[in-house]
């Protein structure tokens, strides 16, 4: 019986080591529970209960896993609230802009497309949009990004902008598309517009 005890005891030592490595929570919450299995069957022909410390391990890694997914949400809603409100009043006047755009636009050559990563976006799908104003004077811009998935399909669609763009200057706008983290997107440069 003692011998359970420490096994238990040792496997919840190692679930806590493994749950502090950031892997995400996901494992996290997979080790908590084979933790909790395991620990359910070590004990299973004991009466009584296991002792508080042990208890206590388990809920504290059952905790940590929920802590760690909340970070995640919190940071991906940071991050995207603090690109939106510096681009809001750009992307207003884009979205008018290309009320009136037939076709790709006047600007598409200006346009390049830099992805990034999910861990630094806070988990969403995310594409900084390099807008360069190759004219020879001050311009604003307008771009339409489609987020395509693996069969060719727009399944989402962000508009950004750059407004009073010197000539020569480069404009780093960030669109994001609201469709779910495993979802295999590419994203493409529908329209651009120079006006």
Known sequence: MAAAVVLAAGGLTALSACGSSGNGSSGASAEASSLASALS????????????????????????????????????????????????????????????????????????????PTASSGGLHAVVVNITNHSGATASYAVKIDFDDSSGRTVDTAVVGAQDLAAGRTATPVAFSREPAATALVPKVAQAQRY
């Open 41 to 116: 069957s070590a004990t299973a022909g004991f009466s009584g209960e296991p002792p508080s410390a042990l208890a206590s391990k388990a809920a504290s890694a059952v905790a940590s896993a929920s802590d760690r997914a909340s970070s995640a949400a919190a940071a991906a809603s940071s991050f995207e609230a603090s690109v939106s409100a510096a681009g809001a009043k750009a992307s207003q006047a884009a979205v008018a802009a290309l009320g009136s755009v037939s076709g790709a636009g006047n600007a598409t050559g200006d346009v390049k497309l830099t992805g990034v």
